[in-house]
């Protein structure tokens, strides 16, 4: 790999077929694909053996993973390489749920480490379009605890102490490692969270695949992980204000703000010591450093190295999200 200056860096997504997917990351965001059961398009993933692929420039055709080999702390930035080493610490996603997905959570780091040698995972929603009606489950309705939860489980009705939480477009959620959630039907978001592919799965309302299986059930490690604090903690409340960066969800694990751009604005990273991520939400943005230009629309991301200290973001309309560490 030749020694050429670090640019905006797009990907080409890595698209996933799920038993609960459906057609709105290819009818709404734009992603090619014929798949009508198409549940999540990874737009930037370091998981082993599934690293995002280079789609421009000098670097086109070269790994997320043989990028940071390469360039190390002009990528990341110095603090994550010491943090992280050569592994991008963030999977970065689009999800379709045309069906409800498993009632499911996540380990922290400490289980992660101990059990898969892995980052736990902590992740944020932010809802895209969400179908009239549409929610998602987040915590308990009611005191739980581990006897109670077990009950429940043998006995086939944790849905009945689950909370349901009705969404539309614009809510953002906060969903930590141990918080039992699921996305439900006719909800799409992008989602952040750590470069981990644990899901501990302890409901899956009794479908089957096209030949008749049962999806596998976690319910041991679950009930290791679970975090029964009944909390209401996981929903984010903000003021949307024009061409200002808002906070959405900082966390030990990553920082999220949104930006609504109506005009020209200038963004400085001089502060930070750390790669970012832009993922657009709503309309189109023209993003532009000295290496290149890049112009993005409603589903398409891309990340700026920690090197790159100096952005102008253009539009007339559209929504971004920003993602560092």
Not at 11 to 36: A, M
Not at 138 to 156: A, M
Not at 262 to 285: A, K, N, W
Request: proline residues 2%.
């Amino acid at each position: 790999m030749n020694k050429t200056p670090l640019y905006i860096l797009q990907f080409e997504p890595i698209l996933k077929e799920k038993i609960w997917g459906g057609s709105k990351l290819r009818t709404v965001l734009g992603k090619k694909s014929i798949s009508n059961r198409l549940g999540e398009s990874w737009e930037i993933s370091d998981v082993e053996g599934e690293s995002s692929i280079i789609s421009n420039g000098l670097l086109a055709g070269k790994s997320l993973s043989e990028a940071i080999q390469f360039f190390a702390s002009d990528l990341l930035g110095k603090k994550n390489l010491e943090r992280f080493g050569e592994k991008f610490p963030l999977l970065i996603k689009f999800i379709d749920a045309k069906e409800d997905l498993s009632v499911q959570l996540h380990p922290g780091d400490e289980v992660a480490k101990v059990k898969h040698n892995s980052l736990g995972k902590t992740e944020m929603w932010y809802v895209v379009q969400a179908d009239e009606g549409s929610n998602i489950i987040v915590g308990f309705n009611q005191i739980v605890d581990s006897n109670s939860y077990q009950r429940h489980v043998s006995q086939k009705t944790i849905k009945d102490i689950l909370h349901y939480e009705s969404v539309k477009k614009g809510d953002v959620f906060f969903v930590y490692a141990g918080l039992i959630h699921a996305i439900g039907a006719g909800v799409l978001l992008a989602e952040i969270q750590q470069t981990s592919d644990i899901t501990y799965r302890v409901y899956d309302w009794d479908r089957v695949d096209d030949s008749g299986n049962s999806r596998e059930l976690h319910q041991q490690e679950a009930l290791e992980a679970i975090d029964f604090a009944n909390t209401d903690k996981y929903k984010v409340g903000y003021n949307s204000q024009p061409n200002t960066n808002v906070p959405l969800v900082h966390c030990a694990h990553f920082n999220t703000e949104l930006i609504e751009i109506t005009t020209t604005i200038q963004l400085s990273h001089l502060t930070l010591d750390s790669f970012v991520i832009y993922m657009c939400v709503e309309g189109e943005v023209e993003i532009k450093a000295t290496t290149n230009t890049i112009k993005l629309k409603a589903g398409q991301t891309v990340l700026v190295p920690a090197m790159i200290k100096e952005l102008t973001l253009s539009a007339q309309f559209s929504k971004v999200l920003q993602v560092y560490i």
